[in-house]
């Protein structure tokens, strides 16, 4: 079962602008992390952030969490061809990571 | 490169016939993982060892998956009399007891 649901499912863009993707689960986490995808690098983790965390920060992404609605953000500024991949929303302990289906950015150059 | 290696990258097979995969975690990883990734989908639990014991099998994984890590390094996933709906891509990952898990490249089986 996968417990993170990621909206919208496909987003396309052009370069420069800024993509927002986002995600709902459905138990209480202790954290929740996003991983990319794409066919160049595999998966790979992009941020985690904390339970009792609102916001987080790295280079261009910004990442969002609310516990009270179960949902989070992730942000992408000033977008590059290069973000095209999926995204996914993860939950899970430690071991055992629950990924969501993912939303498929294209960003055009 | 020091990242996790999956070999074979691609392997295409008939229905009824065994096939075995191999991951070279990072190697100060006590920790390794199996998923399962199917077209549109992400990818699914499988198993997870910490060093050799395998301490968590998911209901996906039948009686025709086993895994092992026998010295705690390299870990084997073998499917025996694959059916068509085993096709998909493979993934290791490893970790070294953190959240962050880093991935290998998969690999990818077809099942004819």
């Known amino acids: 079962s996968q417990q993170g649901e990621e909206d919208p499912q496909a987003l396309s863009i052009q370069e420069g602008e800024n993509a927002t993707m986002n995600c709902s689960y459905k138990?209480?986490?202790?954290?929740l992390q996003w991983y990319r995808q794409n066919s160049g690098r595999g998966l790979v983790h992009l941020i985690l952030?904390?339970?009792?965390?609102r916001e987080k920060h790295s280079g261009r992404l910004r990442v969002t969490l609310d516990t009270s609605k179960k949902s989070s953000s992730l942000l992408i500024t000033a977008s590059r061809a290069a973000d095209t991949a999926s995204y996914f929303c993860?939950?899970?302990?430690?071991?055992?990571?629950?990924f969501g289906k993912g939303t498929l950015l294209t960003v055009n150059p | 490169d020091t990242g996790v290696s999956q070999n074979p990258r691609h392997k295409i097979t008939k229905r009824g016939q065994n096939v075995t995969f191999r991951c070279d975690p990072i190697?100060?990883?006590?920790?390794l993982y199996w998923y399962r990734q199917t077209l549109g989908q992400g990818p699914e639990f499988l198993t997870y060892?910490?060093?050799?014991?395998?301490?968590?099998k998911s209901r996906l994984l039948s009686d025709r998956f086993s895994a092992e890590r026998p010295k705690g390094s390299f870990s084997t996933l073998e499917i025996q009399r694959t059916e068509q709906g085993d096709s998909a891509m493979y993934l290791c990952?490893?970790?070294?007891?953190?959240?962050?898990?880093?991935f290998g490249p998969g690999t990818r089986l077809t099942v004819l």
């Open positions: 993860v939950t899970g302990s430690n071991y055992k990571l629950t």
């Open positions: 190697s100060e990883h006590n920790r």
């Open positions: 990952a490893s970790s070294p007891g953190s959240n962050e898990q880093f």
């Open positions: 138990t209480s986490i202790n954290n």
């Open positions: 952030i904390r339970s009792n965390e």
């Open positions: 060892f910490q060093n050799e014991a395998q301490l968590e």
